[in-house]
């Protein structure tokens, strides 16, 4: 595969679960019990194509796919329940700190756009507090009125970007992802993409970032025209 050429950037936009706080795993594992009571499975294509989506989103296919004999709305209850006992001492992902920091002090303006509701926000978040209080603005896709589309659509990415006090053009925003969702958002919103996959999702996944990653410990801040780390 040819190298995709980079361009530079001047401000970046952050997806938050399995890119900066290691939560996907327990999301997973919350649906992967739910359909077990039902003695159904949660097979690995189902789960990335939940990976990314709204809430909601997330719910209809879960249901619908793993074929749940029970509501969207029985099966948010449940999945809000168990998510809330497991979400309030999740760790930071490799690299996420050192990042977030370092473009805080060299005054790159960041946001997060994340798929979640902002009560959720919160909750993952709980012993992050400082650390996410770096951010510019949060734009959350579940809660957020004027998120009309949940990725794969652009709006989320094109919401955050609008939000940013000088309105930078999307060209301009560089987007971290994780998921082959959060990719094609990003993408069509006209914004290069910075991908950190699960280790399980195929190369052919990966191809439409615009570079891919282990990890955001790998990220050379200055092949997109940004100050370097320096330690």
């Given at each position: 595969?040819a ?14 679960d399995g890119?900066?706080l290691d939560t996907e ?7 992967r ?9 949660y097979?690995?294509v189902v789960r ?7 809430e ?6 879960a ?10 709305g ?6 809000h329940?168990m ?6 001492n ?5 690299g996420?700190?050192?990042l977030?920091?370092?473009l805080?002090?060299n ?6 756009a994340?798929?979640s509701g ?11 507090r400082?650390?996410f ?10 809660s957020d ?5 949940g990725?794969?659509a652009?709006d989320i990415?094109?919401?955050?970007a609008?939000r940013?006090g000088?309105k ?6 560089l ?11 990003g ?10 996959p699960?280790e399980?999702?195929?190369k ?7 570079q891919?990653?282990?990890?955001l ?5 200055e ?7 320096t330690?």
């Amino acid at each position: 595969m040819a190298q995709k050429v980079l361009r530079n950037v001047t401000h970046c936009i952050f997806d938050m679960d399995g890119l900066l706080l290691d939560t996907e795993r327990i999301y997973e594992e919350v649906t992967r019990q739910i359909a077990g009571t039902f003695n159904r499975p949660y097979p690995e294509v189902v789960r990335f194509r939940v990976m990314g989506t709204t809430e909601q989103r997330s719910a209809e296919i879960a249901v619908n796919e793993c074929q749940l004999p029970i509501t969207v709305g029985d099966f948010l209850q449940r999945y809000h329940k168990m998510c809330c006992e497991r979400l309030h001492n999740v760790p930071l992902l490799k690299g996420a700190e050192r990042l977030l920091r370092h473009l805080h002090a060299n005054k790159v303006p960041f946001a997060l756009a994340t798929s979640s509701g902002a009560e959720m926000v919160e909750l993952k978040s709980t012993h992050h507090r400082e650390l996410f209080n770096l951010f510019h603005h949060r734009v959350c896709g579940s809660s957020d009125s004027e998120v009309k589309n949940g990725k794969p659509a652009p709006d989320i990415f094109l919401v955050a970007a609008s939000r940013f006090g000088d309105k930078p053009e999307p060209k301009n925003c560089l987007v971290f992802e994780d998921s082959p969702n959060g990719v094609e958002a990003g993408n069509s919103a006209g914004m290069q993409v910075v991908m950190v996959p699960d280790e399980r999702l195929s190369k052919e996944r990966c191809a439409h970032a615009t570079q891919v990653l282990r990890s955001l410990e790998d990220f050379k801040p200055e092949q997109f025209g940004l100050p370097p780390f320096t330690n």
